[in-house]
Structure formats: C-alpha cells, structure tokens
C-alpha cells in the first residue's frame, strides 16, 4: 500500500503532460498536486481513498483545470494567483482534444506507477517548483518553515526545518517563501 499516495503525484505528472503537449507550454507542478503556469495556479487535484488495513477498497482522483475562462471571471479573490489555460496560450482550447489528451496521459502515467512508481516520482520531481525552495507548510494544525528537500518514495515532502531536524509532510498546504 505505501505506492497508494503516489497516486496523487502521478495524476499531476499526466495533467502537466496533457498542457505541455496540447498547450506547448511548461506547466510545473507545487507539492503535492497544484499545477502553475508562470507563477499561476492553472490546476489541482485531490485525491480520496478507502482502505482496510491489508487493502485498499478504491481511490478516486479529482481534477480541476481552469481551460478557457478570462480572469475578469475567476471570483476576485484568486485573479492575482490564478490563470486559465487560454489565457496563457492566447486562445481557447478546445477541450474535447485536452480530454482526449489527459485520459491517454493518465493510463500511460497509471501503467508506469504499476510497473514502477519511481519513474512517476522522478517525473515530479523533474516538473516540480517547490523542492530547493524555503517554504512555509500548513499541515495538521501547524505550520512548519524550512527548506524543501525533496520527496520520499511515498511521495511526501521532506522539509529540513530552521533548526536543522528533518520532517517528513504527507499532507498540507505549501506555500514558497522568497
């Protein structure tokens, strides 16, 4: 079971994917599942899972992905840190080609974390934006400050923290310090 969070990091890999190849452009992906286009959030996902303690019953994963809304129609609070991807490109893009492209995206993204989930994780970590960076992370009712390191092999966040200790975040909010 410990290969079930990657889940998340592999359904990032695959919505990147899709908008380099329909898009042509960059797209680079926050811890663990929030995908940017020049500094913009454009996507995110989130992920559910039931499990038992020797199994796991389902996993669903959820994307989001701003396509062709202008930035006067994203609610106020969030067009200074969001983006569309028609914005970005310049034009609409048509969805039934994105669509197609993220559902072949998504298999080859899931056959590679069934054969090997480490190719998934260098993947992320090849698009990433937040390792090497001081961050500040919510997580659990806590905030935590440090530098990110890196991801473990179950996909979550290494932070070395101001004083020096290591901690490893499954879950939480980042945000990057400059």
């Given amino acids: 079971m410990y290969k079930a969070p990657v889940i ?5 890999v695959a919505v990147a994917s899709t908008i380099r190849t329909v898009c ?3 797209p680079a992906i926050k811890w663990p599942n929030d995908i940017y286009l020049r500094g913009k959030k454009v996507s995110g996902l989130l992920t ?4 038992e303690q020797d199994r796991i019953r389902h996993i669903v994963l959820g994307i ?3 396509v062709n809304m202008a930035i006067d129609a994203l609610p106020t609070g969030i067009r200074e840190t969001a983006t569309t991807l028609a914005v970005e490109v310049g034009h609409n893009i048509n969805r039934t080609i994105l669509l197609h492209q993220l559902f072949h995206d998504l298999e080859q993204w899931y056959q590679e ?4 989930a480490t190719g998934v994780l260098a993947e992320w970590e090849r698009l990433n934006e937040t390792i090497g960076k001081r961050i500040i992370v919510s997580s659990m009712g806590e905030k935590l400050q440090g530098l990110a390191q890196g991801i473990d092999r179950e996909g979550r966040l290494i932070i070395k923290q101001e004083d020096g200790s290591i901690r490893q975040i499954s879950a939480g909010d980042v945000e990057l310090k400059f």
């Fill in 48 to 51: 559910e899972m039931s499990a």
């Fill in 8 to 12: 998340t990091l592999m359904g990032a």
């Fill in 113 to 116: 974390f069934l054969i090997n």
């Fill in 64 to 66: 989001g992905i701003d």
């Fill in 24 to 26: 042509n452009i960059q």
